[in-house]
């Protein structure tokens, strides 16, 4: 089993050697232009221009709660679009975080080497960290993928 690491930092700068993944939750809604999604685009600009266009084609495509879109953004380095949020409001409903859908893309990440990521699903989306990291111990770190979590110091 490997292990969750957290460490002050930003997540779009991942401290490792070798291939990564940066992890983070999108909506439903094919929008992007809210919390950590800003962080991402002023780093690299291919993973909104993808989503946007995974969205777009969504009745064509894989794309609803659950679904994982890796994009390249380096040879060694790939950003993960997991759609884990319905919506972008919380209601009656409760948080647009939906924790399946998120454990379903974790899942889908385990076939990756070192996973980086902040607090996923615990800003905009209303998720609480007490839910999101069983979760993220269970769908990759006992499958022996390491995971770094990133808080911004």
Same mark, same amino acid.
């Given at each position: 089993?490997?292990?969750?690491?957290?460490?002050?930092?930003?997540?779009?700068?991942?401290?490792?050697?070798?291939?990564?993944?940066?992890?983070?939750?999108?909506?439903?809604?094919?929008?992007?232009?809210?919390?950590?999604?800003?962080?991402?685009?002023?780093?690299?600009?291919?993973?909104?221009?993808?989503?946007?266009?995974?969205?777009?084609?969504?009745?064509?495509?894989?794309? #609803? +709660?659950?679904?994982?879109?890796?994009? *390249? @953004?380096? =040879?060694?380095?790939?950003? %993960?679009?997991?759609?884990?949020?319905?919506?972008?409001?919380?209601?009656?409903?409760?948080?647009?975080?939906?924790?399946?859908?998120?454990?379903?893309?974790?899942?889908?990440?385990?076939?990756?080497?070192?996973?980086?990521?902040?607090?996923?699903?615990? #800003? +905009?989306?209303?998720?609480?960290?007490? *839910? @999101?990291? =069983?979760?993220?111990?269970? %769908?990759?770190?006992?499958?022996?993928?390491?995971?770094?979590?990133?808080?911004?110091?």
């Amino acid at each position: 089993m490997k292990s969750l690491s957290i460490i002050a930092g930003d997540a779009t700068s991942p401290q490792a050697a070798g291939p990564k993944v940066v992890a983070h939750v999108c909506n439903d809604l094919g929008g992007w232009g809210k919390g950590f999604v800003l962080a991402v685009s002023k780093r690299w600009r291919e993973p909104e221009i993808a989503y946007r266009a995974w969205h777009r084609g969504r009745s064509g495509n894989d794309f #609803g +709660l659950g679904a994982v879109q890796l994009v *390249r @953004v380096k =040879p060694d380095l790939w950003v %993960a679009n997991m759609v884990a949020q319905r919506g972008i409001r919380t209601g009656s409903a409760g948080p647009p975080i939906r924790y399946d859908a998120l454990e379903r893309c974790l899942v889908a990440l385990g076939e990756h080497a070192v996973v980086h990521m902040p607090r996923i699903g615990c #800003g +905009l989306a209303g998720g609480v960290w007490s *839910r @999101v990291e =069983p979760l993220i111990t269970g %769908a990759l770190c006992e499958r022996g993928v390491a995971v770094t979590v990133y808080d911004r110091g």
